[in-house]
């Protein structure tokens, strides 16, 4: 497992591009999964895209801090949303900004797990909020695209108040 550089506006193009589905789950993708979650944790996180680290494939992964282990999604794909709430978001990738924008309560999201077996999911909360945010970077979206007031970005320091992802 290895630490990898996170990918950051507004040099990395990999961020704005659409990712390849993955044909199957080999050695490869599952390397990329640890190092995927080895470099979420050193950095506090709660979710990390694989574009985020320069790899243009559809893998996330989402790990809230009272959780043990990571969810792993490969191809992952909503099928369901409902509600709606406003959050405050930050993304790893766009560092010193936050952002005032809406969210699912809760989502269902169907795709494979580490092994390339089929999983469903239905998250909500912050969990949800990260997941919806991860499945954006898998098509090129940040949160900076969802913020609709132009008082809605905000400025913060290296320690941001919203959850990195
Ligand atoms: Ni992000």
Redesign the pocket.
Known sequence: MAVREICRLPGDQVLRQKAKRVPAVDGSIQSLIDDMVETMRQRDGVGLAAP?IGVSLRVVVVQLPDEAEPLVLVNPEIVKRSGQREVVEA???VPGYAGDIKRSVSVTVKGWDRRGKSVRIKATGLKAQALE?ELD?LNGVLFIDHVESPDGLHRVGTEAEADG?
């Open positions: 985020q993304c790893l990738s945010h970077h992802m």
